[in-house]
Each structure stands twice: as structure tokens, then as C-alpha cells.
């Protein structure tokens, strides 16, 4: 489990034990994604959170990125049926898309809120009606209680719907110059918007603080966004992980082939050709959208790979309507067949890579390309030597413990050890202490089995001469160390040999 994923899934254990939501503006988000995953508990029948497993928690990102697969249709309006079949399909098909939809995190779904709201907000342009501005506003205030960067994308979408105006009106003279947004139709969706915002960050309204909260956040991103904060990336960050990357074992991870066909389909949006009005101002905007959404997100310096779904989201539909239109210009057969032999290959070049990070090798077995070296899409990764040598070990130790389950583990590290507290979920007697406590250890979190970030255990060494201690990365920039009591070790040792 990422550290994120372990998070969200304490964040869960809060609301589904004690009925309790307290919203974090450092970094946490709002609950939509650990509210959406109570239909699929439910459905699976895990009776408490000691008995919930990764299966449980990631089946409710994957089931929104099949969502985002079928709703993928509602853009058939606009960029025709056969487009978005196809786009779709890319969207199945993309090792990316399919890599988050099995995080536990916020991405997919957000992706899936923006495609609802970009759909409502087409409607509301074609129709002018209320209704559409209001379906707008709920999504808008659902998707700011998933993740505050959706202003990211609202910014991107508002200014492609400006261009995409504006070029309309140099086509076309006597069009609107500008958006026919009604004052009155925008102060409804803001409004709509706010309320179902503070529903949700403040859990209906009983944590009413939560509502300012969720706003001042918006300070931190700032500060983050400029300051060093260890995700530093360079501007091409994005365009090399979508585009070109080699990793060890000298395995080609690209989405180059949707990139190339998501540039022809915005080229054939521009170009003159017969093509309805409203089919061609909404992809004017889809690709004023893509574009500035992706400028956007490589500008900022602060930077995580899943951070760009929803750009990647809006390359797919565009390559699902650069595919078709490139297919509906080829002249003859012997063209298309020309055409459908390289897009064959690069299509299972994209399922393969889909399999490759996705699926283990065989029954049983760690995905084949489930360290940082081999995969692009994998950052701060957990290490699976962490659940080899700390997890199973303490879990083996409590088989063999007089209390089992309730002996006493402490845990020493400036932010808990992350995502320590998921595997040791069923530990009822189980303390994190911060560093503060790293110069000497309380005489009341001297315990059994002691886990200490690496760099404080050299401060603990005359407290811990009674311990046997083992090294481990957490993560491949971080290492603890678990120390067991001579006398408890050696019972472990002599388990082991029986």
C-alpha cells in the first residue's frame, strides 16, 4: 500500500467506526473518495475495518475507472459514436489510466467528476438551461470536496470555452462574442456549488469550520506549488512520462501513439471541413482544454505522476476523434488498411504495457514490475522488503506473543511510519510517537517490538542494547529499523527452526 492509499483508508476506518470526519487541509482532500467506497463494503460484506483488505479498498477506484470507460459514450454528442468508441477503448487500453484506477487514492474519480461537469457544462451552453448550470454546480462542489487541484482544470476548461468563442466569432461575425452565461444562471451554479462543498468538507454540517478550511487550503497548494517541498519536477516531467520512458530492463513505456492521435484529432477540430457547429466548438474547447490543462501542470513545479489524468483523460478523447476522422479522410481501402496496421500495433503495444504493470506474471506471484526501477507510474513506493521483514515478522511475533494481537508495539518516526498503521490495523495496543520522543524513549512505549526511522535509532541505541535489531527501507529513501527483545527474538528464532 502507498502511503496515500493507507491515509484514505484511516480516514475511512474514522467515518465507518466512530462516525467521525474531521476535515485536514494540509494535504488530506475531502471525503468523496472514502464515501463512494461504502457501497462496495457493503456489497462485500466485510463486517469491520480489521477485516477489510487492499482487494476491498482498490475495487472502488477501479470501479470508477470503469466508469470512466462507459461514460466515456456521453461525448458520442459531440465527437461522433465512432470517435468515442474508440476513445473509450484508449481509455480501457491506457497502462496509465488502468494503473491508477487500482490506487485508493483521489485521481480517478476526479477524472470521472471533471468528464460529468465538462458534459453538463456542453449542455448548458447548447440549451441554456438551468438545469444543466445547477447538475453543473453539484459536481463542481462534489469535486472540490475530492481534491482541491480541480481548479486546475475549471481554469483550463473556462479559458478554452473563452478561446473557443472568441474564434467563433472571427468565423462566424455576427456570432456571440462571448459565452451566454446568464449573471443569474452563474450565481446559481456558484452557489450550487458552494452548499454541496460544505455538505460534504464539513460532513453534513457538523463540522462547520471545515467549510473556511477547505477554502484556506488553497494558501498551503500556493506556498507548496512555489517552495521546495521534495516533488520538484522539471517543466518536461509530464511530456517524458506520457511520451518516452526507458527503465531498467530496457522496457518502453509510452503513450506516443494516443499523443500523435490526440495532436491530429485538435488539428482536424481547427481545420476547415464539413463538421456540425456544435461539434466543432466542442472540440475547440476539448482542445483549448488539453492543452492549457497540460501547460498548467508542467508549469507548476511541484509535480506527482498521477497528478496528470486529467490532461491524459482529455488527450484520450481526443485521440478517439483524431483516429475516426483520420479513418473517414483515407480515400480507399488500400489507405485504410495502411492506416489500421500501425494502429493495430500500437494498440496492443498499449494493452501490453497495461499487463506489464498491472498483472502479476502468474498465480500468486508480485506484479513483475512492481518497484520504482521498472516502473515508470510507481513514486515513493513502499517496498515489499518492508512487509517481508517488519510486517510478517511482527505479525509472526504476536502468533507466539501471550497477548497476540494486544502486545504492546511502539512505533518511532516524524510522520508514523506510513503506512505502518493499515498493516497493523488489527493491533489493539499499538503507539506512534513522533521524533520528539527519538532522544529517549518514554518508559511507557518500551514495548516488545520497537520500529524506529533510521536516522533517530542511533540517539535510542543504550535504551535498545537488550534489542536484536534489522534494517529495512520503507521506501526506497527511507529505511527503519526493527528492534525485538533479545528474549522475544530468540522464541521467534526457535519458531523459525521448528
Known amino acids: 500500500m502507498h502511503t496515500d492509499e493507507a491515509v484514505q483508508a484511516a480516514i475511512l476506518r474514522d467515518i465507518w467506526e466512530e462516525g467521525n470526519y474531521v476535515y485536514d487541509p494540509h494535504d ?25 483488505n487492499e482487494v476491498h479498498l482498490r475495487s472502488v477506484t477501479a470501479a470508477w475507472g470503469v466508469a470512466l470507460v462507459g461514460l466515456t459514450f456521453l461525448s458520442g454528442r459531440w465527437l461522433g459514436w465512432k470517435a468515442a468508441l474508440l476513445a473509450a477503448g484508449l481509455s480501457a487500453l491506457s497502462p496509465m489510466l488502468v494503473f491508477y484506477a487500482r490506487y485508493f487514492i483521489m485521481e480517478t474519480p476526479l477524472v470521472v467528476l471533471l468528464l460529468l461537469f465538462g458534459f453538463s457544462v456542453s449542455r448548458y451552453f447548447e440549451t441554456r438551461s438551468w438545469k444543466w448550470i445547477i447538475a453543473g454546480g453539484i459536481l463542481a462542489g462534489v469535486m472540490h470536496a475530492t481534491k482541491e487541484t480541480f481548479v486546475l482544470s475549471v481554469a483550463a476548461l473556462a479559458l478554452g470555452i473563452g478561446l473557443a468563442f472568441l474564434l467563433k ?25 458552494a452548499l454541496t462543498s460544505a ?26 506549488g512555489s517552495g521546495e517541498s521534495g516533488h520538484e519536477k522539471p517543466w518536461s516531467y509530464y511530456l517524458e512520462l506520457l511520451g518516452w520512458r526507458k527503465m531498467e530492463g530496457g522496457h518502453l513505456w509510452t503513450e506516443g501513439l494516443t499523443i500523435l492521435l490526440a495532436t491530429a484529432g485538435a488539428v482536424f477540430s481547427f481545420a476547415p471541413g464539413k463538421m456540425r457547429e456544435r461539434s466543432r466548438f466542442f472540440m475547440q474547447v476539448l482542445s483549448f482544454y488539453t492543452i492549457l490543462s497540460l501547460l498548467i501542470y508542467s508549469a507548476i513545479p511541484y509535480k506527482t505522476p498521477w497528478s496528470i489524468l486529467a490532461p491524459l ?45 498491472n498483472f502479476p506474471p502468474g498465480k500468486g506471484e508480485a506484479p513483475l514490475f512492481a ?16 512487509l517481508t521483514k517488519v510486517v510478517e515478522t511482527v505479525h509472526e511475533i504476536s502468533a507466539l506473543h501471550p497477548d497476540g494481537k494486544a ?3 511502539t512505533v518511532i518516526h516524524p510522520e508514523f511510519g506510513w503506512p505502518l498503521p493499515w498493516y497493523f490495523r488489527d493491533f489493539t495496543r499499538i503507539g506512534y510517537w513522533g521524533t520528539e520522543a527519538s532522544e529517549r524513549i518514554p518508559e511507557s512505549a518500551m514495548a516488545p517490538v520497537i520500529i524506529v526511522d533510521e536516522p533517530w535509532a542511533g540517539n535510542l541505541s543504550d535504551q535498545l542494547n537488550g534489542y536484536v535489531p534489522t534494517y529495512c527501507n520503507l521506501r526506497e529513501d527511507s529505511m527503519l529499523v526493527l528492534y525485538v527483545q533479545d528474549e522475544v527474538f530468540d522464541q521467534l528464532v526457535k519458531s523459525r527452526a521448528r
Do not use: K
Open 199 to 224: 455538505i460534504l468538507v464539513s460532513f453534513f454540517f457538523t463540522r462547520p469550520a471545515a467549510i473556511l478550511d477547505s477554502y484556506t487550503t488553497y494558501l498551503n497548494y500556493l506556498d507548496r
Open 407 to 409: 502486545m504492546n508495539v
Open 313 to 357: 483523460h482529455g488527450i484520450v478523447l481526443l485521440a478517439g476523434f483524431g483516429t475516426a476522422r483520420l479513418f473517414e479522410v483515407s480515400c480507399c481501402l488500400p489507405a485504410r488498411l495502411a492506416l489500421a496496421l500501425p494502429l493495430g500495433f500500437g494498440f496492443w503495444h498499449l494493452s501490453e504495457q497495461s499487463i506489464r504493470a
Open 371 to 386: 518497484n520504482e526501477a521498472r516502473n515508470p507510474y510507481l513514486y515513493s513506493q513502499t517496498t515489499t522488503r518492508l
Open 169 to 193: 466569432r472571427i468565423r462566424v461575425p455576427d456570432a456571440e462574442a462571448t459565452p451566454f452565461l446568464r449573471p443569474t444562471h452563474l450565481g446559481l451554479g456558484l452557489a450550487t456549488a
Open 28 to 52: 488530506l482532500h475531502g471525503p468523496v473518495l472514502v464515501l463512494s467506497s461504502f457501497p462496495i463494503l457493503w456489497l462485500s460484506g466485510v463486517e469491520n475495518f480489521a477485516r477489510l
